[in-house]
């Protein structure tokens, strides 16, 4: 888990745990019948607000240029796929440092552009396998160029407001949920999670189930 240093997103550093990452063997390993909360999830004091229509939200705070994420991002889109009709997963590139930020308006810019269903797991193979530099808009640029996307339009958005606006928006979100790692879950306004509680990558999802079943109970 890539843990934040500091009490604030916006002000934080970045060290990677020296806790190896778990193995896809992992996968099978069985989840715990009931999940002890202060150990394996944690309760919000002030919960917030319902998400839009109804639905229980299920936010993944994420950086790109986290290991752990990366290894974590292809078990989440699977679960997210059975996930049922009153659940909706909203992922959070939080922002930490000025690269962070930059990476956070790619992510939104690409949300904007209809295009981070097929480009999401692109950006984190070209930081993770390809190491790629993308720590300007420049680079970014010339990067969201050769996927396919027009120079301007991307430019555009960007730079947008609603990019920049959502900046803000995701850092008091994370430290609303006390998200002081990732990655980690904030589930229906009231709980949080991670593999460092859980125990797992697999074990965070089981307990995230858990927590979404606790959510439209009210318990």
Known sequence: M????????NTGLIAVAVASLP?????????QAQPIEGKQFLRLSQPLAAGAGGKI???????????????????????????PADVQLRQIHVG????????????????????LGDLHTQVFNALQVERLDLSS?????AWAVSKGLDASKFSAAFNSFGAQARLGQSTK????????????LGVGGRFLTSPSMAGGMPQALAVTDH?????????
């Open 137 to 141: 808009e420049k680079a970014i640029t």
């Open 23 to 31: 193995s896809l063997s992992q996968a099978q390993a069985p989840a």
């Open 211 to 219: 927590l979404i079943k606790l959510a439209r109970s009210k318990g």
């Open 2 to 9: 890539t843990q934040i240093q500091r009490r604030h997103f």
């Open 96 to 115: 930490i440092g000025a690269m962070h930020k930059l990476h956070q308006r790619l992510f939104y810019a690409l949300e904007s552009l209809g295009r």
């Open 173 to 184: 979100l994370a430290e609303a949920y006390r998200a002081d790692g990732v990655p980690a």
């Open 57 to 83: 939200e299920v936010f993944e705070f994420f950086l790109y240029t986290c290991p752990h994420c990366f290894a974590f991002d292809p078990l989440v889109s699977a679960w997210s796929k059975q996930l």
